[in-house]
């Protein structure tokens, strides 16, 4: 059944055409999604956005996309006006970016953020939901970080993060915005940029390529499937708490050269293919987050099992060259 337009749920999705933004709105839109959303994509297009990667919902009735900057303030003040929900995935996302050049992320993530939120203000919208990162927390040698931990980020990526969420959480308790931040894991799946370390390293190795192992290979990071991650922030939209924060977790620590052993053997390599390199600057030892709270209070689980989910976003990568291949000539390295 088609719900009137006004009976919708208008929900502005930023950065939606890019990996975990358009998994988000082909959820949405999908045959497991609610049917009282419409959405309207906000994206620039930049490197990692891709129009393809909403291809499985382009001809969706209640799908809008809007080519365009968050640094906009009359264009997204525009959309902002006719619309309930915003959901925040837009962002510099790419730490070694971060390192080489920090004023693109301060511009686009914090600057954008404020953007967003001054118009969410002025047209007094129902939810903003802020997408961010464990990363903001810093490293962690044992044990899980709270959402109440402060914040100790160590790239400026991580730093434009925290940022931006303690903006937006300003706007909440300045002005009483309904804010809700999340702060998830390191994301995998399909239609991921291959940059990141497992679709970097899958794409590498399926053509015989080499992939860059930094330092010892010991640096641990949580792993969760992007299906899991958009449930997640749905439950957040939906049901969440105004002014709160919901770490999000996937409930698979492994050190990088644990991941890239997997790796190898999914893609049918062997270790001649691996590089030792010299370690990133500031390179976070550890990240865990603790994820009780949505847990307890949204009955969020991890529902992918790592092995599987792994094996289907390699076998992905495999069946999509045409998806990743032209990718390949875009300025695009190393990992998370």
Not at 129 to 146: A, L, P
Not at 305 to 314: I, M, N, P, R, S
């Amino acid at each position: 059944m088609t719900l009137p337009e006004k009976s919708r749920s208008r929900v502005l999705v930023t950065g939606g055409a890019g990996f975990i933004g358009s998994h988000y709105v082909r959820t949405l839109l999908g045959p497991t999604g609610p049917d009282d959303v419409s959405v309207t994509v906000l994206d620039r297009l930049t490197y990692a956005g891709n129009r393809a990667n909403l291809a499985p919902v382009a001809d969706h009735p209640a799908l809008t996309f809007v080519h365009g900057d968050i640094r906009d303030a009359d264009l997204v003040d525009r959309l902002a006006a006719d619309h309930d929900d915003l959901v925040h995935f837009a962002a510099e996302s790419h730490v070694d970016r971060s390192i080489l050049g920090a004023a693109e992320f301060v511009r686009t993530n914090v600057l954008g953020t404020q953007t967003l939120l001054d118009a969410a203000l002025r047209h007094r919208m129902r939810a903003f939901v802020h997408i961010s990162t464990d990363e903001v927390y810093g490293s962690i040698d044992t044990g899980s970080w709270t959402e109440s931990e402060p914040l100790a980020p160590n790239s400026p990526y991580a730093a434009s993060k925290a940022s931006a969420d303690l903006l937006a959480l300003a706007y909440h308790r300045t002005h009483g915005l309904d804010v809700r931040v999340t702060r998830c894991s390191n994301n995998y799946g399909p239609y991921q940029f291959p940059e990141k370390v497992i679709p970097l390293f899958t794409t590498r190795l399926l053509e015989g390529g080499t992939v860059p192992l930094y330092g010892d290979g010991s640096n641990v990071r949580d792993w969760l499937h992007v299906d899991d991650h958009v449930r997640a922030v749905e439950a957040v939209r939906v049901r969440g708490r105004a002014g709160e924060v919901y770490n999000i977790g996937g409930g698979t620590e492994l050190t990088n050269r644990e991941l890239t052993t997997l790796l190898v053997g999914a893609c049918g390599a062997d270790w001649s293919q691996v590089v030792h390199v010299e370690d990133r600057k500031g390179h976070d030892r550890r990240y865990s987050v603790d994820w009780t709270k949505i847990r307890e209070e949204l009955d969020y689980r991890p529902g992918t099992d790592f092995a599987k989910g792994l094996a289907e976003t390699v076998a992905w990568y495999r069946r999509h060259r045409d998806w990743w291949g032209p990718l390949l000539t875009r300025p695009a390295e190393a990992s998370r």
